[in-house]
């Protein structure tokens, strides 16, 4: 998920160069279930209809540890492991990407 890189909220991501860098943090829309204690700030974590743990989303969808003005993670140090091992480039993010641009279009 989104790097330490200045992600900025218009570019659109691109097909050719798949980086955090360059994507409007698309993957950050996701539902994010909290499977184990990384120190999520408890402002940020809201419960599913099965009583789960899951990051709390804004209603502009996007996650609300997601930093509006630079697309990138607030809580870098501390996100879900799940953010952990979402893969930049793998098929999941593509996929992301993908969708995230069908928005735009
Ligand atoms: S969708 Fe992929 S490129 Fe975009 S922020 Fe997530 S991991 Fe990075
Ligand atoms: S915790 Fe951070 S990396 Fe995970 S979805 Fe939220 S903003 Fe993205």
């Known amino acids: ?3 330490s890189q200045h ?3 218009t570019q659109l991501p691109s097909e050719n160069a798949v ?7 698309c993957c950050c829309q996701l539902e ?36 509006r003005d630079s697309m990138r993670c607030s809580i870098y140090e501390l996100r879900p492991l799940i953010c952990r091992e979402f893969e930049m480039g793998s098929v999941e993010c593509q996929d ?4 995230m641009t069908s928005i735009y279009r």
Do not use: K
């Not at 980086?19 to 943090?25: E, P, R, T, V």
């Not at 990384?38 to 996650?63: H, K, N, S, Y």
């Not at 992301?96 to 969708?99: I, V």
């Open 7 to 9: 992600i900025s909220h």
């Open 32 to 67: 994010v279930m909290l499977i184990t204690d990384t120190g999520v700030p408890p402002r940020f974590i809201a419960t599913d209809d099965w009583g789960g743990e899951v990051m709390q989303r804004l209603d502009d969808g996007w996650c609300a540890a997601l930093d």
């Open 96 to 99: 992301e990407r993908r969708g």
């Open 1 to 3: 998920m989104t790097d």
């Open 19 to 25: 980086s955090c860098s360059n994507c409007a943090a």
